[in-house]
């Protein structure tokens, strides 16, 4: 099975599509995890939309999917550059216990309070720039209605997805309806009835799709057996990877942001820390000599900041 994105576009509709297949991946993704199997396929699906709609984004940047929790799911969180480079992580409330058999709602939205957050975060930021912030309220019973609702509130599109995912695979299929497009003088140029007809019928093909299909199938197999009849154009195929941005440097700025007491405080107990990453596991140790060149350094450039 492959790591693979395909981009479609239909020629006779409006609309535009993606297929997205993650095995290897997805393998290395979860390499330093240990989820209950149900956070393991919430984090999948959430992985495919990501990247299925990074794919969709004309944008320099990472896409970042976030759904904070209020149940035994704190936070979910999934990368995507438009580069294809992934990663994805998920904290768990350790009081709590996961059954086998949780739903969405009791996983991460146990007492309606869970939000869903899409950020576009640009590579080259001017500085003072802030990355684009969309956050909505969770509404949905999966991560497909999350996502589509998510897609219609925000950005005003029409969006379907079907995900599945478990331990070995993830795949995920996007429809997109795309803008009326308009003449000069605002009239649509293209037969809305006939649109809104063709976008029906495309969503019916969707929606025969089953999460045991998807995952045993690759994604050419999958397009043909729902768009065969559909004269479609494919894109050249995108290929993820999984890739952390971590580093010693970025780990070092968290400990600044603790503050010098709190750190000082830690190594007082171990004689030195280490902070291993969420997202890939890269452990990063920092003893007493690292801390002081850390915070003297912090206030070194702090003291130059204030000499401008
Ligand atoms: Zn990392």
């Known amino acids: ?7 479609i576009l239909f020629k006779n509709a409006n609309v535009r599509g ?6 290897n991946v997805w393998h290395d993704m979860l390499a330093h995890k240990a989820y209950p199997a149900p956070v393991t396929k919430l984090l999948g699906e959430m992985t495919a939309a990501t990247v ?13 999917l976030q759904i904070h929790g209020d149940g ?16 994805a992580t998920a904290k768990l409330d350790d009081t709590q216990t996961i059954a086998e058999d949780a739903t969405f709602q009791d996983l991460v939205n146990a007492h309606g309070k869970a939000r869903c957050v899409v950020t576009l975060d640009p590579h080259d930021k001017i500085p003072g720039q802030r990355p684009y912030q969309g956050i909505i309220p969770l509404e949905g019973a999966t991560v497909s209605e999350v996502i589509e609702n998510y897609m219609k509130r925000s950005e005003q599109l029409d969006t379907r997805v079907w995900l599945a995912a478990d ?7 996007i429809l997109q309806r795309m803008p009326a497009q308009l003449d000069e003088r605002g009239v649509a140029l293209t037969d809305s009835a006939k649109d809104e007809e063709d976008w029906r019928h495309l969503v019916a093909l969707g929606s025969t799709l089953t999460p045991s299909e ?5 994604i050419a197999t999958l397009q043909h ?22 580093s010693r440097e970025k780990v070092g700025n968290m400990l600044k942001m603790l503050g010098q007491s ?10 030195s820390l280490t902070i291993n990453c969420d997202y890939c596991g890269k452990a990063y140790t920092f003893d007493v000599i690292d801390c002081k060149t850390l915070f003297s350094s912090a206030s070194s450039s702090e003291a130059a900041e204030t000499r401008h």
């Open 1 to 7: 099975m492959q790591d693979i994105v395909q981009k």
């Open 18 to 23: 993606g297929l997205v297949s993650l095995s």
């Open 52 to 64: 299925l709609l990074s794919a969709n984004i004309k944008f320099e940047g990472a896409t970042v």
């Open 72 to 87: 035994p799911i704190r936070l979910l969180v999934v990368e995507c550059s438009n580069t294809m480079q992934v990663r």
């Open 167 to 173: 331990a070995n695979n993830v795949r995920g299929v």
């Open 214 to 218: 998807m995952l045993a199938t690759d």
């Open 225 to 246: 057996r729902l768009f065969w009849e559909q004269e479609t154009a494919n894109f050249e195929p995108l290929k993820p990877t999984f890739q952390c941005s971590c």
């Open 262 to 271: 709190e750190v000082e405080e830690a190594l007082k107990e171990k004689g």
